[in-house]
Nanobody, 120 residues
Framework: QVQLVESGGGLVQPGGSLRLSCAASGSIFSLNRMGWYRQVPGKQRDLVATITSGGIINYDDSVKGRFTISRDTAKNTVYLQMNSLKPEDTAVYYC??????????????WGQGTQVTVSS
């Protein structure tokens, strides 16, 4: 099992910034992909950004140029720097990691979610 602890959410005014963190611990083999998703009530959980162990990054078009994902491999931690926040970024943000045990076996884990509210 892998445990994920998220932090950094909160209330911010439009145009402001927040930084989310997600630290993984437990039975870690290889976290070959780490990322962030978000969800608003009544809608599906959507991709925000992912980063692989090889440094390949993928962003949803809605956050390109405003959000930056990064990871500290030694600390098993993934970050999401969110700048120029908009009210439509308001959501619960979830950390997601893929823990690869071998070529045939991997498991995905989700964090508990952290609320981000962008409002004046």
């Amino acid at each position: 099992q892998v445990q994920l602890v998220e932090s950094g959410g909160g209330l911010v005014q439009p145009g402001g910034s927040l930084r989310l963190s997600c630290a993984a611990s437990g039975s870690i083999f290889s976290l070959n992909r780490m990322g962030w998703y978000r969800q608003v009530p009544g809608k599906q959980r959507d991709l925000v950004a992912t980063i692989t162990s090889g440094g390949i990054i993928n962003y949803d078009d809605s956050v390109k140029g405003r959000f930056t994902i990064s990871r500290d491999t030694a600390k098993n931690t993934v970050y999401l720097q969110m700048n120029s926040l908009k009210p439509e970024d308001t959501a619960v943000y979830y950390c997601n990691v893929r823990n690869v045990q071998n070529i045939l076996t991997f498991h995905e884990y989700w964090g508990q979610g952290t609320q981000v509210t962008v409002s004046s």
